[in-house]
């Protein structure tokens, strides 16, 4: 497959630039200021992009068979500012349209995954206050490829609660809104067991237009 990663350099998306590569799919990594940073391999080239913009997307998206977005709703280290993730959503169903590229993974948050019935888990009245905004924007994404991304093949994948640098084990479980938890109570996945499986469900969709999430 040729796969367009918006988000390229990031944690998740060098991860999953890897993932692709090792799998020998070829890639294309999106991001804003190409000039500023390096492609996480050589094999991967890196193109100008504004994730929040549908002409921009439908430019570097034509012609290939899936994209997976895999922006922060952060800042960067060099000064750019955080993205809206809502803008994020909606320029990418309207670019990929326009493209006529269905297929889209999109690495979203864990944040409304439900922990009880009808509660996410940034209902909870220890969630920290610094993710709450961020918890906002990733919800607020959701919804949107719920109910706006009609014709495309969306994928909107949560990661557990802690997702951080660690090994490939090539193993995870999988949730559909509910968040997974493992015998000590911990929610966790590695970066690189994260971009596993996003590559999986590219390659064999178990999970088109809906939520999932992975941890161990």
């Given at each position: 497959m040729k796969i367009v990663v918006f988000g390229a350099t990031g944690n998740v998306g060098q991860r999953v630039v890897a993932e692709a590569l090792r799998r020998g799919h070829?890639?294309?990594g999106v991001v804003r200021?190409?000039?500023a940073v390096q492609s996480p391999d050589k094999r991967a080239g890196l193109v100008k992009g504004d994730?929040?913009?549908a002409d921009d997307v439908a430019r570097v998206?034509?012609?290939?068979?899936a994209v997976v977005s895999a922006i922060s709703p952060r800042p960067n280290a060099r000064g750019l500012p955080a993205p809206s993730l809502a803008a994020n959503s909606r320029a990418l169903i309207k670019g990929l349209r326009a493209a006529k590229v269905k297929r889209v993974l999109y690495v979203g948050g864990a944040s409304s995954l439900e922990v009880a019935?009808?509660?996410a888990l940034a209902d909870m009245p220890d969630f920290p206050e610094a993710y709450r905004e961020e918890a906002r924007e990733g919800r607020e994404a959701l919804s949107?490829?719920?109910?706006?991304?009609?014709?495309l093949d969306w994928t909107y994948l949560s990661p557990a609660a802690e997702i951080a640098p660690g090994k490939r084990t090539g193993k995870y479980r999988t949730t559909q809104d509910h968040l997974l938890k493992d015998d000590s109570?911990?929610?966790f996945i590695t970066f690189e067991d994260y971009a596993v499986a996003v590559l999986d469900e590219l390659e064999?969709?178990?999970h088109v237009g809906k939520r999932f999430g992975v941890a161990y």
């Open positions: 070829e890639v294309v200021d190409p000039s994730a929040t913009n998206a034509r012609g290939a068979d019935p009808g509660k949107i490829w719920r109910n706006e991304a009609r014709g109570g911990r929610s064999h969709p178990q």
